[in-house]
DNA sequence: CTGAAAGCGCTTACAG
DNA sequence: CTGAAAGCGCTTACAG
């Protein structure tokens, strides 16, 4: 009764019937007489039997996969990965599989021009770019990808004119509720860490909230307590060494990401000083690493089940022809250590 | 001159020649001239053509994809998952696209067991598991992953009598190394927390270094300063807390994994004791976090890389039919603070 | 409610 | 070196 790799030709002639009628019961059509499909699945569950998926796939045009195309800015030295991610891959997985798609992971460099390829192989009906980086650079291949008619939902702000559609955090907020919060704990000279240039979109609105809220402290803010740096620990070793030896003091650090804070906190302390004593701090992300470091940081946090929500059910509607609208969703401020509130 | 959805048989058309000899030109076939073969390359690229992985897929019975399926063994309270994983997810794909095969994502709990349903759907060519736990349970699993002709290999130990094939890290000989090197630096009343069970064997293989090591130095390994504990931080900082108030004296600790040694480091501190100073600890993993937590974690580290080529060479050598060997890698002492050798 | 038939786009023996 | 033809295993109009 066994058969080595069943067919649906197999079940018909197992069930009496027409292989087009297990197809159909199989996809449970409301076409065929319930007691013929419940015979029909019974005999595939004995079988072990599952749907050639390139069969189908080619059939309809469709290969119900997502292509997740995670590209990061190691620049070789610094090979850690953005961990918020992980949590973000799991998210992704189950928001997907709860919609019948698979994920087809890449990590490739997004220098590598073979994102079309994915959708134009019929192996996934779909795009979803996760990274952090230089968005202008991607700028060129966001609109190859929108021109080739790829369905793409892109991890991140809603930028003016970019290509395709986008999920992501609302960044402005967010360094506008960190000030706030460091704000209402007395702090008045508050540092900024961070990337504030074009390029980086994300971390300049992140800025942009720290200054409306100091503007609207009636605090101006000042150059000399901006450092730029892009997303590494080190970088935000050397920014904050930097503020530090400027001789302008501060009694309260934002740094726009995690990375940096946990840089900037090693050098806050390897000056002497007291976290969050003398300087408080708070950082942008809240990837595992945060309530780890000592003491435990600040953060705001970018909830990946939600972010992962929303870009699976982007796509899903790219796909399905529905109309789809770039969003923005709201991070949350975790109070730890490091801001002194505790 | 372009066309919507390009196939082989636009690009014969354009070229004048049969579908059958695009087919073989595009597959770099030696049987078409080189002229022909050249031209028809050119159009395909100028179509932006890529071969339908569906079509191809039917017709060869392969797919060229490799599923990752990663069960962790999150409790729910405690939902960070092991962040070794990261690099070891970037690794795999990468050596997966070198040998040309897509890596399809699944983290769905291993209760689940569809795992079958890969390979028999014709998305997979054959599959790669990761996840730390109770192997036993697995047991059963493995059984019916192999019986049902699945390929796959096993992220873990040598294990007798296990099905399949697999892929791990001399662990044995890490827990060896890394009390061979608190040995050295003087330290005498070394602890161990992890799970010694069977149902661990890669736990259970360190321990046996430990004790291998202990004894070797004309140690007698002690049960008191020995304590279970499962792969969490919170575990480690309570099976720590226990064998410090169990009064008997110790002067290092040997922590199964990272996590735990994090765990326990916290209990250390939290009691007023001094890292390394009055407490030499040494964990296992080299995860992330380990480079970042107070003193830095000494630790024994698994190369993700060839972690990653040996299992992607091993399921793609199944695929192939080619002999595989369950093999191990070992591991490597990575010394940091917390030993107390620096 | 069911069946016969077409066709999705490839790869590859077979024939020349 | 090239072409005509078969067939991989489905899904779905079309006909009854």
């Given at each position: 009764?066994?058969?080595?790799?069943?067919t649906?030709?197999?079940?018909?002639d197992?069930?009496g019937?027409?292989?087009a009628?297990v197809s159909?019961?199989?996809?449970?059509?409301?076409l065929?007489?319930?007691e013929?499909r419940?015979?029909?699945q019974?005999i595939a569950?004995?079988?072990n039997?599952?749907?050639?998926r390139n069969?189908?796939g080619?059939?309809?045009q469709?290969?119900n996969?997502?292509?997740l195309l995670l590209?990061d800015?190691?620049d070789?030295?610094?090979?850690?990965m953005?961990?918020f991610?992980?949590?973000f891959l799991?998210n992704?997985?189950?928001?997907?599989?709860r919609?019948g798609?698979?994920?087809l992971?890449?990590?490739q460099?997004?220098t590598?021009?073979?994102?079309?390829?994915?959708q134009?192989?019929?192996?996934?009906d779909g795009l979803?770019?996760l990274?952090y980086?230089?968005?202008l650079?991607?700028?060129e291949?966001?609109?190859a990808?929108?021109?080739?008619?790829?369905?793409?939902?892109?991890w991140g702000?809603i930028v003016?004119?970019?290509?395709g559609?986008?999920?992501?955090?609302n960044?402005?907020?967010?360094?506008?509720q960190?000030?706030?919060?460091l704000l209402?704990?007395?702090r008045?000279q508050?540092a900024?860490?961070g990337n504030?240039?074009?390029g980086?979109?994300?971390?300049a609105?992140?800025?942009?909230?720290?200054?409306?809220?100091?503007?609207g402290a009636?605090?101006?803010?000042?150059d000399?307590?901006c450092?730029?740096a892009d997303?590494?620990?080190?970088?935000?070793?050397?920014?904050?060494?930097?503020?530090l030896?400027s001789?302008?003091?501060?009694?309260?650090?934002?740094?726009?990401t995690?990375?940096?804070?946990?840089?900037a906190m090693r050098?806050?302390k390897d000056?002497?000083?007291?976290?969050?004593?003398?300087?408080?701090?708070?950082g942008?992300?809240?990837?595992?690493?945060a309530a780890?470091?000592?003491p435990a940081?600040?953060?705001?946090q970018q909830?990946?089940r939600?972010?992962?929500?929303?870009?699976?059910k982007?796509?899903v509607?790219?796909i399905k022809?529905?109309?789809?609208?770039?969003?923005?969703?709201e991070?949350?401020?975790?109070?730890?250590?490091?801001?002194?509130?505790?």
């Amino acid at each position: 009764m066994k058969v080595e790799n069943p067919t649906s030709r197999d079940i018909a002639d197992l069930a009496g019937v027409s292989q087009a009628t297990v197809s159909r019961a199989l996809r449970n059509s409301p076409l065929v007489r319930e007691e013929t499909r419940g015979r029909i699945q019974q005999i595939a569950r004995e079988l072990n039997y599952f749907v050639n998926r390139n069969a189908a796939g080619l059939r309809t045009q469709q290969s119900n996969t997502i292509a997740l195309l995670l590209f990061d800015e190691t620049d070789g030295t610094d090979k850690r990965m953005n961990l918020f991610f992980m949590s973000f891959l799991d998210n992704i997985t189950r928001a997907a599989a709860r919609r019948g798609y698979d994920v087809l992971l890449s990590l490739q460099q997004l220098t590598d021009d073979w994102h079309i390829e994915y959708q134009a192989s019929h192996r996934a009906d779909g795009l979803i770019l996760l990274g952090y980086g230089d968005y202008l650079e991607y700028r060129e291949k966001l609109t190859a990808l929108a021109s080739a008619n790829t369905r793409f939902m892109i991890w991140g702000p809603i930028v003016k004119d970019q290509p395709g559609h986008s999920f992501g955090c609302n960044n402005e907020h967010g360094g506008f509720q960190a000030i706030q919060h460091l704000l209402q704990l007395g702090r008045r000279q508050i540092a900024f860490i961070g990337n504030t240039s074009r390029g980086s979109p994300e971390h300049a609105a992140r800025y942009a909230g720290y200054v409306r809220a100091l503007t609207g402290a009636g605090i101006e803010p000042s150059d000399d307590l901006c450092c730029a740096a892009d997303n590494s620990e080190t970088l935000g070793y050397e920014a904050a060494q930097q503020l530090l030896r400027s001789g302008t003091p501060f009694d309260a650090l934002f740094a726009v990401t995690d990375l940096i804070a946990i840089g900037a906190m090693r050098a806050i302390k390897d000056a002497g000083l007291r976290i969050p004593e003398d300087i408080a701090v708070v950082g942008f992300d809240d990837m595992p690493l945060a309530a780890h470091v000592s003491p435990a940081l600040t953060t705001m946090q970018q909830n990946s089940r939600i972010a992962a929500e929303g870009l699976v059910k982007g796509v899903v509607g790219l796909i399905k022809g529905e109309p789809v609208e770039s969003a923005l969703m709201e991070p949350e401020l975790i109070v730890r250590e490091s801001c002194g509130a505790k």
